[in-house]
């Protein structure tokens, strides 16, 4: 009965507040023409796919994005019989952004998580690529509030 009424009471509120979202593409001051990718690689193109929502050319600032994208795995340590026991993945995105030609922004956005390895390697592949993808997340975020700064 508790966790209903606590329910009920949370539909009022957000449906009372007029939630709207505030990094959606409908508000955006800005439309995405081009995309130019350094590194042609499947984190790239997450990221292109991620943005490709803002491609609407009817906004007053029309933009260009180069795009380079990195992972780096390494090794941070190994137990005594010489067994891989923890990992860091770093990527690394180098991004311009440019207005009929003219560099307006460029930045590095670097994200890093550490790791430990399993015996199941299925399961290690799965956590992988669920780490990644938090990551990349991360860098689109953090990309598209800065290019609603400009």
């Known amino acids: 009965m508790k966790i209903f009424c606590k329910i009920i009471v949370l539909f009022i ?38 943005l490709s929502n803002y491609t609407d050319l009817s906004k007053k600032k029309i933009l260009t994005l180069e795009i380079d994208v990195k992972k780096i795995k390494e090794v941070t340590s190994k137990n005594s019989k010489g067994n891989i026991s923890s990992y860091r993945v770093n990527i690394y995105c180098n991004f311009k952004i440019y207005e009929n030609k003219k560099l307006l922004k460029s930045k590095k956005i670097t994200e890093s998580f550490l790791y430990s390895n399993r015996e199941n390697k299925f399961e290690f592949k799965k956590y992988e690529s669920e ?20």
């Open 13 to 50: 509120l957000i449906s009372g507040c007029d939630y709207k979202p505030i990094f959606s593409s409908k508000n955006s001051s800005f439309g995405i023409s081009n995309f130019k990718l350094i590194n042609e690689n499947k984190l790239s193109r997450s990221i292109k796919k991620a």
């Open 131 to 150: 780490i990644e993808k938090n990551l990349l997340n991360k860098i689109i975020q953090e990309l598209i509030i800065e290019l609603y700064s400009i």
